[in-house]
T-cell receptor, first 116, second 112 residues
Framework: AQTVTQSQPEMSVQEAETVTLSCTYDTSENNYYLFWYKQPPSRQMILVIRQEAYKQQNATENRFSVNFQKAAKSFSLKISDSQLGDTAMYFCAPNAGGTSYGKLTFGQGTILTVHP | DTGVSQNPRHKITKRGQNVTFRCDPISEHNRLYWYRQTLGQGPEFLTYFQNEAQLEKSRLLSDRFSAERPKGSFSTLEIQRTEQGDSAMYLC??????????FGPGTRLLVL
């Protein structure tokens, strides 16, 4: 079974600054995907960024980038030029490989608050 | 494409009643997932379908829970004899070939 640890329950950042959210996970699979999702207050889960485990290059999506360390099973999210709309709960979620390919295991989440 | 939709968005019921939720996935997506999320926590996997076949069920899915996906299109999640511990947000997600999952807005259930 996969386990996911997000060690920062809450983070805060000033608008326009950079913040990094950490995530570690445990899996026995070799081929899998990793995701960061955001969930604004009372709103639905939105995909932020995706990383394929077989790719060495870190994924980037506009202001969002990841630092993926496969051997260390670490998958952190960096948000540059933070905006007020980035305020949300952020979840790290690897998906399961093998016969459970696709099932997501979520971390406990990190509440990010962006201050003006 | 309007994304994943879920109905109803909110449901209040009394303990012991049955409830049914519906999920309509993105049209070309062959996989459909149900998750449960309690306040302040990450979602937990309940079950998933590939087309009409239910391929995996979590141990969280007790005998009171049943899910269907007739004809591989929409899915329903039914909870029989609801308990207060069933109060949660029920999330549906869909994907193509098990890759990126796109989530619906969820159904928030409150059992009184």
């Amino acid at each position: 079974a996969q386990t996911v640890t997000q060690s920062q329950p809450e983070m805060s950042v000033q608008e326009a600054e950079t913040v990094t959210l950490s995530c570690t996970y445990d899996t026995s699979e070799n081929n899998y995907y990793l995701f960061w999702y955001k969930q604004p207050p009372s709103r639905q889960m939105i995909l932020v960024i995706r990383q394929e485990a077989y790719k060495q290059q870190n994924a980037t999506e506009n202001r969002f980038s990841v630092n993926f360390q496969k051997a260390a099973k670490s998958f952190s999210l960096k948000i540059s030029d933070s905006q007020l709309g980035d305020t949300a709960m952020y979840f790290c979620a690897p998906n399961a490989g093998g016969t459970s390919y696709g099932k997501l295991t979520f971390g406990q989440g990190t509440i990010l608050t962006v201050h003006p | 494409d309007t994304g994943v939709s879920q109905n109803p968005r909110h449901k209040i019921t009394k303990r012991g009643q049955n409830v049914t939720f519906r999920c309509d996935p993105i049209s070309e997506h062959n996989r459909l997932y149900w998750y449960r999320q309690t306040l302040g926590q990450g979602p937990e996997f309940l079950t998933y379908f590939q087309n009409e076949a239910q391929l995996e069920k979590s141990r969280l899915l007790s005998d009171r829970f049943s899910a269907e996906r007739p004809k591989g299109s929409f899915s329903t999640l039914e909870i029989q004899r609801t308990e207060q511990g069933d109060s949660a947000m029920y999330l549906c997600a869909s994907s193509f070939r098990g890759e990126t999952q796109y989530f619906g807005p969820g159904t928030r259930l409150l059992v009184l």
